[in-house]
């Protein structure tokens, strides 16, 4: 018998009819997405989640890229974007803490921020994505943090995680890095089978604020609360590519409880 914490979903039976038929219909009903992420070397991520987010329905995107990509981009991507903000960038290529001010109008603009990764691995960024992640001044905010994006958080690890309103999207090492970051006390293995990394999210997300998704076992997990729900997947790429990070966010501009809201977005994959 399985425990009374964990909801297994079926591919194509969702357990949650209510947001499933919630969902808008009316684009002008459908909310606002900031996607940001980025840097001098890579853009396909940030340019792949805006159109998954538009294909999933939501009312209006907003994407933010450092400016160092302004002459790396195609035509038909600028063309594409309707809102391309080009934020400052630092001399590798990311992010720059001057990008600040304008992350923080996105996030305040949508309501919903998407940091969907790419965004290089230099340190002004990673203090940039951290300093986001604990400012008060955005604890309305949903953020969903994804890919590389979730490697900048670690050193913020204990603030990111008490925060209620941040969705993290990760593999099995980056959940080990964070519980070693904040000295979680459970071990965290890849040879925990499905039923242990449910036990091991349901502990983990009643003690931290943070909801979590996880692709381990071929199955999906997404865990808030101390609940758990899983559903069987066999295409990994399209977490790591960015697309399930994507449809999480965008559920979330929908329906307020991450844990339905994110199951629920399984139904598009």
Do not use: C
Not at 93 to 101: D, Q, V, Y
Not at 113 to 139: C, P, V
Not at 180 to 204: M, N
């Amino acid at each position: 018998m399985d425990n009374d914490y964990w909801q297994k979903q079926t591919p194509g039976k969702v357990l949650f009819d209510d947001v499933l038929w919630s969902k808008p219909e009316r684009r002008d009903q459908a909310g606002r997405l900031a996607i940001v992420g980025g840097n001098s070397q890579g853009f396909w991520a940030v340019a792949a989640g805006y159109n998954w987010a538009r294909r999933a329905g939501v009312g209006e995107v907003r994407v933010l890229v450092p400016d160092a990509l302004k002459s790396k981009l195609p035509r038909v991507v600028t063309a594409q974007i309707s809102d391309l903000i080009m934020a400052d960038s630092n001399p590798s290529g990311g992010f720059a803490m001057s990008a600040e001010n304008d992350l923080i109008a996105a996030a305040h603009w949508a309501g919903n921020l998407l940091l969907i990764g790419d965004s290089g691995a230099n340190s002004e960024t990673t203090q940039l994505f951290a300093k986001l992640l604990g400012d008060e001044n955005l604890s309305g905010v949903r953020i969903t943090t994804a890919r590389d994006a979730v490697d900048a958080i670690v050193y913020n690890a204990e603030a990111v995680l008490n925060r209620p309103k941040t969705t993290l999207v990760l593999s099995v090492a980056q959940l080990q890095k964070l519980a070693r970051a904040v000295y979680y006390p459970r071990v965290i293995t890849f040879s925990q089978g499905a039923r242990q990394i449910a036990e091991t999210l349901h502990k983990f997300t009643i003690t931290y604020s943070a909801t979590v998704v996880l692709f381990h076992d071929d199955n999906l997990f997404v865990a808030n609360g101390g609940d758990v729900v899983s559903q069987p997947f066999s295409a990994p790429a399209r977490v790591w590519n960015g697309e399930v990070p994507t449809l999480a966010a965008v559920w979330q501009v929908w329906q307020s409880d991450p844990l339905k809201a994110i199951a629920t977005s399984w139904t598009a994959l």
